[in-house]
């Protein structure tokens, strides 16, 4: 291996499975049916607290499941309390979201993207913190549908058979994607990333941790051009058609005009260039491999 330096709608039915004194389980049965789905380019799913796991499939609904738990630190829990979290669903535009929702979460949308916040100032808020909450969530998505999804804390993000892309984070846990096409970004802050491309890429990728290592698996005809940033990584590599392109100018717009700046880390190419791999990051190393199967 070569090393190189370098609309409102909300729907959230549930099955309860069973309640103890400081804690209540259920199922989750929430869809998004076709008719819903007539002029929707994308899905987009946000959690909180637990694992979020995409399957693409040839179908043509949204199907979520997977358990809820809701557990109150101190004192018994009624059924009251246990509603006031659940999975929230809005289609807005050409978008579905369905999102961790509970007193005290902020989520505002603006020029297609969802602004969610869970502050700790106001009385929900003070609400909140009486709680532990942990969603466990599996999705079945019409394959030819882009999906962003995302986690917090305590659950890994999965993904697997898109066929548009896929734009996934974390915070401190893993991201795993398999079997994707189409653009791809995946970002976590303490985890790691790894993803299979089903076929090579053909349109630009992104990749970003903080703490993590990043590892690439795509088909031996991979043509592209990857940039690089770390500092406390290297960038390694299998593929034997590699060669280092001259450091890239980049024009920036100031008060007085123009400037230029010459980026620190020189792109590699491998086979013969195209779409562009990205990578930055702060603790940790890239392996871009070619998948055997």
Sequence with gaps: MKRILITVLTLCITIPAFAQKDKIREEIDIKVLRGELNDVSEFLIKNVNGDVEIQGYDGNEIIITGTKVIEKKKGDITREEADEFYLKKEKIGDKVYVYFYAPGVQVKFKDGKINYNIGWDRKEDRFLRKFEYHF????????????????????????????????????????????????????????????????????????NTVNGTIEIYSPKDLSTVVTFESLNGELYTDFENVKRLPN??????????????????????????????????????????????
């Design 136 to 207: 466990d969530i599996k999705v079945m998505v019409p394959d030819y549908l882009y999906v962003s999804a995302s986690t917090i804390n305590d659950g890994d993000v999965t993904i697997a058979d898109l066929k548009r892309g896929v734009n996934a984070g974390n915070i401190n846990g893993a991201v795993l994607i398999k079997e994707i096409s189409g653009r791809t970004q995946a970002n976590t802050v303490n985890g790691d990333i790894e993803v299979w491309f089903a076929n090579s890429p053909k349109e630009d990728s992104e990749f």
């Design 248 to 293: 890239r100018l980049n024009k920036e717009k100031d008060g007085k005009g123009f400037r230029y700046r010459i980026s620190k880390q020189s792109p590699i190419q491998i086979g013969q260039g195209g779409p562009e791999m990205e990578f930055k990051m702060v603790n940790g190393s890239v392996y871009i491999r070619e998948r055997k199967s």
